[in-house]
Each structure stands twice: as structure tokens, then as C-alpha cells.
């Protein structure tokens, strides 16, 4: 979710998730390469049988553990504010579990619609669906969901992603920071 930093809150709970099953988990390596769907992470550390229950262990670990550590990001309310203020709408659309993706933001005292659980070119069905004209995103799958989806992409390298990996992924715009979003969002349409 690119409107906050949720590796201290995702980091917690993979850490309790490995305690109570007893299986390593390098918490650092997942926390570096956040993105893909929970299940697709998980099949890095347990048996592929294992993967639907332990996601679901996960998810229920998340809310208590995960929210209170997670903040915004620097610029986030802003770059919202920005979209709504021009007329635009702004809304989540996220890989994360849309449930717990809510849960972040009613704590950050964000009012957004949440669509969770959307991944590469889900992300930009969502898109045509809803007629998104532009997306800020965090990871390259993002900037291609854009181009798929032929919306402006604005990426933002505070994920996996480094600036030069979220240009050559499709990047229209990449910005430092949230409060690179602002200026930009008058000139957000193709």
C-alpha cells in the first residue's frame, strides 16, 4: 500500500507467524520485497499444502499486531487531499488482504474505498472498471498494470522498486516522495 510504510507492522507479524509454526522466516528478505500477494510469499518458507492455512493465520495475526505499527507515509494525506481537491477520486487498490488494507487506513483516519487482493493485471481491471485515468504505485507490476491499462503511471520508490526499475517497468512520472504527487496531479491524464 504505497500510503504507508507497512514493513515494521508486516515484519511483527511474519515474525509471531514463524514463532508459532516453528519454520524459519527470513523477516528482513520479506520485508525488502513487498508486493506480491501473501501466498505467494508464504510458498517461499512452508510446503505448498500449508500455504491457504497459514495465510489465513497471518491475516487474523495482522490486525493487532500489523496496524499500530504502521504510519503514513511523508506526503500521503497530502497527495490524497491533492486528487480530491482537483475532483478526482482516490481510492486503494492493493495486493493486500482488503480487509486488513481498511483496517490501516480507519487507524490513519483515511476515508477511502479499499479494492484488495488485486495483483498485476487485476490492478488494471480494476482500472478500466473504474476509469482511472492515473495510479501512484510503488512496484514495477504496478507500472505495468498502468500500461496495460493504458493509465498514467506515477511510481513512488518507497517499495521493492528503485526509481531506474519503476522507469523501465513503464513510469510516466517517478517522483522522490508523496509530496512529489501533489504538483502533479493537474497534468495526471493522458
Same mark, same amino acid.
Given at each position: ?63 493487532? +499486531? *500489523? @496496524? ?8 500521503? %494525506? $497530502?497527495?490524497?487531499?491533492? !486528487?480530491?481537491? =482537483?475532483? &478526482? ?18 487507524? +490513519? *483516519? @483515511? ?8 495483483? %498485476? $493485471?487485476?490492478?488494471?481491471? !480494476?482500472?478500466? =472498471?473504474? &476509469? ?59
Amino acid at each position: 500500500m504505497t500510503l504507508v510504510d507497512s514493513r515494521p507492522g508486516i515484519g511483527a507479524t511474519y515474525r509471531a507467524l514463524a514463532e508459532e509454526t516453528g519454520t524459519f522466516i527470513d523477516v528482513d528478505l520479506v520485508t525488502s520485497r513487498l508486493g506480491p500477494p501473501l501466498e505467494a510469499e508464504l510458498a517461499h518458507w512452508f510446503e505448498p499444502e500449508q500455504v491457504p492455512e497459514v495465510a489465513d493465520r497471518y491475516r487474523a495475526l495482522y490486525p493487532d +499486531l *500489523a @496496524i499500530p505499527r504502521v504510519a503514513l507515509l511523508p506526503g500521503a %494525506r $497530502e497527495a490524497v487531499q491533492a !486528487v480530491l481537491d =482537483a475532483g &478526482g477520486e482516490a481510492f486503494v487498490v492493493t495486493g493486500k488482504n482488503g480487509r486488513n488494507a481498511a483496517l490501516h487506513l480507519e487507524h +490513519l *483516519a @483515511i476515508d477511502l474505498d479499499v479494492v484488495g487482493e488485486v495483483w %498485476r $493485471e487485476g490492478k488494471a481491471d !480494476v482500472f478500466r =472498471a473504474r &476509469g482511472v485515468t492515473a495510479y501512484v504505485g510503488d512496484h514495477v507490476h504496478d507500472m505495468e498494470a498502468c500500461r496495460s491499462a493504458d493509465v498514467v503511471g506515477v511510481a513512488v520508490p518507497t517499495g521493492p522498486c528503485s526509481p531506474d526499475e519503476l522507469r523501465a517497468a513503464g513510469a510516466d512520472h517517478v517522483v522522490d516522495d508523496l509530496h512529489g504527487v501533489v504538483g502533479l496531479v493537474p497534468h495526471l491524464s493522458r
